[in-house]
Structure formats: structure tokens, C-alpha cells
């Protein structure tokens, strides 16, 4: 028998978007933005309690702009204020830190993380809003407007800012969406009245020419 | 670059007609959908079709197949294809009796034809 028409959005098209969009936070641009955002709150924190070092300040500085405490410090500053065993240790930190630093604003991760993270809350919305619309005898409006006016105009926005980075789902993700898929129809399949995928309705007779 | 257009074909059996199911008084035709020219970065094809569809939103992301999604119909509409590509989403819309008589030709076969003046006339 064939699946349901309800089942087969959900496959298709409801849960691939909802299942990738969750993959957004391991995006590289997601977790440099979310260390960046700790890491400077962090130092501004120290800072006002009174804990500072040239490395804190240096770590938590913007790189366009002086930090908290003032003028950025420079790295022999910073080497200097480290035991001498752990010189090297720091300076390879640094040398990655800038590198993240560059390619971060180089590649608009600023922008990306953004529009990322606004993206999966729009989608984690819609995923909220996905039981009461399969718990109706026909849940096909409700999933394609939720489609249309939600999912689709969000995610064709991300993937043109490059916040999206798949086009469209993300690879890998077809055991998650078939688990969901078998959670959610067996607890509202039953719910669901019959109908023909395949044909239109009739028009109502007032209507025929 | 040229401008995406919906194809509408008729499917038809081996002896060139189209195929159809009926139910009561209507032929509901076999038809496949496409869009020509669309541009290569297009990632999904998102028809909006007749609200009368169960399935009126139809995402068809298979591009080697130019899009194709297969559908039936008993009477003519407006359909409505955003194509969707990394630079931006292009809406193209055309009723489906003139995407279908443009497929078909001048000078379709009888069976063809007759096809088309039903889908017109409902």
C-alpha cells in the first residue's frame, strides 16, 4: 500500500528541512561566533572583577576595534606575561586564534552565524507548531503552509547568504528523518483520513461550466 | 541567460494517445511537468498547482530530470513554478492549457487535440 500523502511530506520535504536545519550548530561559522561571543564575554567579565592578563585581553579583543581595557596588547607583551615553559604553547594558540580570527571575518562568519542561528529558531517554530497540525483528520494545509510560508522562503534566503551551506538538506541525514517520520506516524497516522494523491477533486456542482 | 518556461506534456499510451483515469463524468489526464532554461545552479523546483490537489505544493529537486514532477488534471488552472536557485527564487507562471498546447504543437493528433479541448473547457 502506498504511503500516506501526509507521511510522504513529512519525509520528502517537513523533516529533511527540520533535521538539517539542527546541523547549522556544527557549522564552523556557528562555533567560532559562539566561542568568539564566550570568550569575550568572559574577558570582559574577568575584567571587571579585576582579573586581567595581556593574553585574556588579547583573546577577547574584536581585532577591528581596542578592547575593554584598552589599546590591544602585543604579543611579545603577552609572551612575557607567560612562564617561560609555556611560551610555545601560547604562541601556537595565538597563531591559531588569528588565523580563526581572519578566515571568521574574512568568510562573513559574523553574518552567517547570524542569519544561521535566526534561521534555526524560525525552523525549531515550525517544528513546535508540527504536532498540532498532524493531530487533524487533514493535515496537508497546515503542512504546506507551514512549507511555504515558513520553511522554504527561510531556508532559499540562508542558502543565498551562504548561511545555508547545503543545497538543500545536509548529507547524512536520512536515518534521523526516517526515526522521526516512524515516531510521528505512529502516534497521529490514525488521525489521518484517507485521500487521493493522485487525482483532483471535483468541483463543486454550483461551480461546473 | 535565457528565461525559465513551464512544459506541460500530455503521457501517452503506445498508440499515441493520452492517458487518463475517469471518474464519473471527468477524464483526469496524465501530464508531466517541467521547467526548460532553468539556470544551472537551480537546486529545487516548488510547483504550486490548484488548491483542488490534496497535494497542491509539489518540490521537485531532481535537476537531471529538468524538474519533472507527474500530475493529473481533468480542466485547465494556472500553474506557478518558483525556481530556485543559489543567486535568488524566479516565479514563472502559465495556464496549464497553454503550456500544454505550446508542448504539443500546431498541429497536434486528433487524440492530442481532443485532450486539449477538454482540458480548456473545464
Same mark, same amino acid.
Given at each position: 500500500m502506498a504511503d500516506h500523502l501526509v507521511k510522504r511530506t513529512l519525509e520528502?520535504?517537513?523533516?529533511p528541512y527540520l533535521v538539517s536545519a539542527r546541523q547549522l550548530r556544527k557549522q564552523w561559522f556557528y562555533r567560532l561566533h559562539t566561542l568568539f561571543g564566550y570568550t569575550t564575554d568572559l574577558v570582559v567579565a574577568l575584567a571587571a572583577i579585576g582579573i586581567s592578563s595581556p593574553l585574556f585581553r588579547l583573546l577577547g579583543s574584536t581585532g577591528s576595534t581596542s578592547?575593554? &581595557?584598552?589599546?590591544?596588547?602585543?604579543?611579545?607583551?603577552?609572551? &612575557?606575561?607567560?612562564?617561560?615553559?609555556?611560551?610555545?604553547?601560547?604562541?601556537?594558540?595565538?597563531?591559531?586564534?588569528?588565523?580563526?580570527?581572519? &578566515?571568521?571575518?574574512?568568510?562573513?562568519?559574523?553574518?552567517?552565524?547570524?542569519?544561521?542561528?535566526?534561521?534555526?529558531?524560525?525552523?525549531?517554530?515550525?517544528?513546535?507548531?508540527?504536532?498540532?497540525?498532524?493531530?487533524?483528520?487533514?493535515?496537508?494545509?497546515?503542512?504546506n503552509e507551514m512549507l511555504e510560508k515558513r520553511i522554504r522562503p527561510t531556508v532559499d534566503r540562508n542558502i543565498q547568504d551562504n548561511s545555508w551551506p547545503w543545497?538543500?538538506?545536509?548529507?547524512?541525514?536520512?536515518?534521523?528523518?526516517?526515526?522521526?517520520?516512524?515516531?510521528?506516524?505512529?502516534?497521529?497516522?490514525?488521525?489521518?483520513?484517507?485521500?487521493?494523491?493522485?487525482?483532483?477533486?471535483a468541483p463543486a456542482p454550483e461551480n461546473k461550466p | 541567460m535565457s528565461t525559465p518556461t513551464i512544459r506541460a506534456t500530455f503521457e501517452l499510451d503506445a498508440a499515441g494517445r493520452p492517458?487518463?483515469?475517469?471518474?464519473?463524468?471527468?477524464?483526469?489526464?496524465?501530464?508531466?511537468?517541467?521547467?526548460?532554461?532553468?539556470?544551472?545552479?537551480?537546486?529545487?523546483?516548488?510547483?504550486?498547482?490548484?488548491?483542488?490537489?490534496?497535494?497542491?505544493?509539489?518540490?521537485?529537486?531532481?535537476?537531471?530530470?529538468?524538474?519533472?514532477?507527474?500530475?493529473t488534471s481533468y480542466g485547465d488552472y494556472t500553474v506557478e513554478a518558483k525556481i530556485r536557485a543559489r543567486d535568488g527564487v524566479t516565479t514563472v507562471m502559465v495556464p496549464l492549457s497553454t503550456a500544454l498546447t505550446k508542448s504539443h504543437g500546431e498541429e497536434p493528433t486528433a487524440a492530442i487535440a481532443q485532450a486539449l479541448e477538454s482540458i480548456a473547457a473545464h
Open positions: 520528502r520535504d517537513v523533516l578592547d575593554a &581595557a584598552g589599546s590591544p596588547p602585543t604579543l611579545a607583551s603577552v609572551l &612575557a606575561s607567560v612562564p617561560l615553559a609555556l611560551v610555545y604553547p601560547t604562541a601556537g594558540l595565538i597563531l591559531a586564534w588569528v588565523v580563526f580570527r581572519v &578566515a571568521f571575518n574574512r568568510e562573513d562568519g559574523q553574518k552567517r552565524a547570524v542569519l544561521a542561528r535566526s534561521c534555526t529558531q524560525v525552523l525549531r517554530q515550525a517544528e513546535a507548531s508540527l504536532p498540532t497540525a498532524l493531530a487533524t483528520a487533514d493535515p496537508m494545509p497546515a503542512l543545497v538543500p538538506f545536509a548529507p547524512s541525514i536520512d536515518a534521523d528523518v526516517t526515526k522521526e517520520v516512524t515516531a510521528l506516524c505512529s502516534r497521529y497516522e490514525a488521525d489521518w483520513a484517507p485521500v487521493n494523491a493522485l487525482l483532483r477533486q | 492517458t487518463a483515469v475517469e471518474t464519473g463524468d471527468l477524464r483526469h489526464y496524465h501530464i508531466r511537468l517541467r521547467v526548460d532554461g532553468a539556470p544551472p545552479d537551480t537546486y529545487a523546483v516548488t510547483y504550486i498547482l490548484d488548491p483542488s490537489y490534496h497535494s497542491a505544493i509539489r518540490e521537485v529537486r531532481d535537476s537531471k530530470a529538468g524538474f519533472e514532477e507527474h500530475l
